[in-house]
Nanobody
Framework: QVQLVDSGGGLVQAGGSLRLSCAAS????????MGWFRQAPGKEREFVAA????????WYADSVKGRFTISRDNAKNTVYLQMNSLKPEDTAVYYC??????????????????WGQGTQVTVSS
């Protein structure tokens, strides 16, 4: 098993930036593909970005492509989400997630087994 702790959320004005972090502990971090998801009030949890075990492959939702960057540092057992040019519609609770599944790139909630506690991101207009 792996335990995940999200951090880095906060309040930012539109056009600003934030960097989220997700620290993992437990089993070998490099055994897991990682993803970021978000959930706005009254909406379902949605895919944001995913990264393969070694970091060589990355996938993004169309809504964040060109603005967000997912990365990982396996030596530090941490995955990051750099968010630039933030918009009010990016406001949500952001969750990191881990999976050993080869279908991680599909961005489906059901493909991920372990979840962080979430960190709130609020973008003001």
């Amino acid at each position: 098993q792996v335990q995940l702790v999200d951090s880095g959320g906060g309040l930012v004005q539109a056009g600003g930036s934030l960097r989220l972090s997700c620290a993992a502990s437990g089993r070998t971090f490099s055994s897991y593909a990682m993803g970021w998801f978000r959930q706005a009030p009254g909406k379902e949890r949605e895919f944001v970005a995913a990264i393969s075990w070694g970091g060589g492959n990355r996938w993004y939702a169309d809504s964040v492509k060109g603005r967000f960057t997912i990365s990982r540092d396996n030596a530090k057992n941490t995955v990051y989400l750099q968010m630039n040019s933030l918009k009010p519609e990016d406001t949500a609770v952001y969750y990191c997630a881990a999976t050993e599944s080869g279908t991680y790139y599909r961005g489906l909630v059901k493909d991920y087994d372990y979840w962080g506690q979430g960190t709130q991101v609020t973008v003001s207009s």
